[in-house]
RNA sequence: GCUGGGAUAGCUCAGUUGGUAGAGCAGCGGUCUUGUAAACCGCAGGUCGUCAGUUCGAAUCCGACUCUCAGCUCCA
């Protein structure tokens, strides 16, 4: 394959699906600007899953992209060889005249640079490159969508329209992504999980408000206990602390100043003696725990836990689904330690979140990020410049003794501290963080917390903030999705459900169904008189782990016929037999050790 | 919060240039008592997201709001 760089070079290197994008992008531009001469060119990259362009003055609808990716089509197909050059700026800045977006670009750049541009046909475009040699090189090209995005990604900035597409090497594979992409829309959490009766929503109680259905309830129930024992055997002890607070306290932490925009305050200040706010983290109340009495360094490290509902106010376009929501629980846990405990219980919880994220099948879909502070961004964050240093230093120092593998995030740690962040997409490929672990320092110096030392003289101790499987919410969304509703038999709502044959086996089935339950398995009875087959196929679209099918044969024996859901036909056993078998899958499911 | 879609029965969706709402599935009642992908008959179910407007007349046209989807920004 040849490509062509910002020196105007001409080489050979195997296929790059970056550059095909990259050169789709402004073929996307060329066609853009045939069709509405109008439009203003901002930028356009090459992306993990294709490429965008954004325009301004440019107005144009779903409808419209059609008729543009057929322009490209063309453009395609004259075969425009891509040339490059470099202009002196005062001559760039003259080129794009009309353009600007590229003006701005191409003014930021110091004064020294020379600036390169790639020409195709008729098109010019500000870029460094490199691109493919001629467009017919672009094998297989589609649009897929239009939304608006800010420019530079602010929101200070004027709103853009972006064109979003994908390009492929060849036709197949093009083909193939977008199968894929309509498969993941099955998976979708915020379809699947109203299908099934997890979760719904409901417009009188507002948005970012999920109910749990029965279904739902079940499955945080058994994730909560799951976690809350788990943690009960690391040696954290489970607090319970209230739902909101006066402002004094978020005064005093710091959230008043830097949080409160994404607070439900009850109350005005300007009328009201006292104020109240709804808790957007826990760490302020937790707090109070340690403060109850003096601590020794005997104490340490003290590891203190909660299963703890949050409250945020989110704009309203931010919310989705079970993902991201105005109301939420968390499993959240404080833990306060000596300096020289700091490392050894950092590991600690970064185990335990892998123990669950391993127990959850979640293991393999995670990434890292090592999330600091923007040191511009005076407005976000607390503390100065030395306390970030230090704590991001620890932080980084535990991190690669560790061997983690992970990227770095700026701008993106809490106001009060920087985290490791537990990473994981959606089926949208959207990435959300589902597990943090976090060193604070700067609540610990406004709250004052401290312990007496083995010399007798106060300290401060370290403290990490972490959730250990996250947001219960947000968990419950991405186990959906990996799952595609059919849970894990420890997980699933209902694990069994019989199916009798006739009324006549219906005192039988209720019979084996109390058994069960007896032995702790959630089960349910098929009792309406649909035929076998549609019963069967019934629950199989309820994804449940196990059915139990029960006619004359069954009774007479005093058998069950089991069938798991991959299986194709069902085995006839006794039910002692399938009771053991069923913890022996539990037992394997949770049973590993940390 | 911003840009652009959307909201009709529990669910999936029809509904023509404005004339007063329909199907399939689910539900309920009955018949059948069934051995592996949808038995048969019947019934019921809607303030067409909400509110205000234009009109003799609005699911349909205009406006505001609510909710929702995709993306941006923000974030667990």
């Given amino acids: ?86 202009l002196p700026k005062k001559e760039a800045l003259e080129l794009m005249k009309n353009e600007p977006y590229k003006r701005e670009i191409i003014n930021d750049l110091p004064d020294t640079e020379k600036i390169s541009f790639f020409k195709q046909g008729e098109y010019i475009d500000l870029c460094v490159g490199p691109h493919m040699l001629y467009t017919k090189s672009i094998k297989a090209v589609k649009l897929l969508s239009i939304t608006g995005a800010y420019w530079k990604g602010s929101q200070n900035n004027k709103m853009l329209q972006r064109i979003y597409g994908t390009a492929f090497e060849n036709k197949e594979a093009l083909e193939e992504f977008l199968i894929k992409k309509e498969e993941a829309k099955l998976r979708d959490h915020n379809k699947l999980g109203r299908e099934l009766e997890i979760f719904t929503t409901n417009d009188l109680i507002g948005q970012g ?183 991001q230093g620890v932080m980084e120092g535990i991190l690669n003794h560790l061997g983690l593998d992970y990227k770095v995030g700026v701008g993106e740690a809490a106001f009060y501290g920087p985290k490791l962040d537990i990473q994981i997409k959606n089926v949208h490929g959207k990435e959300d963080t589902l597990i943090t672990i976090q060193i604070d320092q700067m609540l610990a110096e406004k709250f004052g917390m401290e312990y007496i030392d083995k010399d007798g003289t106060k300290k401060r101790p370290y403290i990490i903030h972490r959730t250990s499987l996250g947001c219960y919410e947000r968990t419950l969304a991405l186990l959906i999705e990996k799952y595609a509703g059919a849970f894990p038999l420890w997980l699933a709502p209902i694990q069994i ?60 024996e005093n058998t069950i016929s089991v069938r798991s859901r991959q299986a194709e036909k069902q085995d006839q056993i006794k039910l002692n037999d399938f009771i053991l078998n069923l913890n022996n899958i539990i037992n394997e499911q949770i049973g590993k050790d940390i």
Wanted: glycine share 6%.
């Fill in 1 to 86: 394959m040849k490509y062509i760089n910002n020196n105007g070079e001409v080489y050979e290197k195997d296929y790059d699906i970056q550059i095909e994008r990259h050169t789709a992008s402004h073929i996307l531009a060329q066609a853009i600007k045939r069709l509405y001469p109008n439009a203003k060119l901002a930028i356009g990259p090459a992306i993990d899953t294709g490429f965008y362009y954004d325009f301004d003055d440019l107005n144009i609808k779903q409808e419209d992209l059609q008729n543009v990716e057929d322009e490209m089509k063309k453009i395609i197909k004259e075969n425009l060889k891509i040339e490059s050059y470099s």
């Fill in 209 to 391: 408000l999920p109910i749990m259905l029965p279904n739902g309830a079940k499955i945080l129930q058994i994730l909560q206990r799951f976690v809350e024992d788990t943690e009960a055997r690391q040696g954290w002890q489970l607090t319970k602390t209230p739902f909101m607070a006066k402002s004094d306290l978020y005064k005093l932490s710091g959230h008043w100043d830097h949080y409160k925009e994404d607070m439900f305050v009850l109350g005005d200040e300007k009328k009201d003696e006292e104020v109240f706010a709804l808790r957007p983290m826990t760490c302020p109340f937790q707090y109070q725990v340690y403060l109850n009495r003096g601590r020794s360094y005997r104490d340490l490290p003290m590891r203190l836990n909660e299963t703890s509902t949050l409250f945020r106010n989110e704009s309203s376009g931010e919310m989705h689904g079970l993902i991201r929501v105005r109301q939420f629980t968390i499993s959240e846990g404080h833990l306060m330690c000596t300096p020289d405990q700091l490392e050894e219980e950092f590991k600690g919880c970064l185990k335990l979140a892998i123990y669950m994220l391993k127990t959850l099948g979640l293991y393999e879909d995670v990434s890292y990020r090592f999330s600091k502070w923007d040191p511009e961004d005076k407005q976000k964050y607390i503390g100065t410049k030395e306390q970030w240093d230090e704590a």
């Fill in 497 to 556: 459900k019989i199916l009798p044959i006739s009324d006549n086996e219906l005192l039988y089935a209720n019979e084996i169904k109390a058994k069960l339950e007896n032995e702790g398995f959630r089960v349910k009875v098929d009792s309406s008189d649909e035929k076998i087959g549609y019963k069967i196929r019934e629950a199989q679209l309820e994804k449940l782990p196990f059915m139990i099918v029960l006619g004359a044969k069954e009774k007479e």
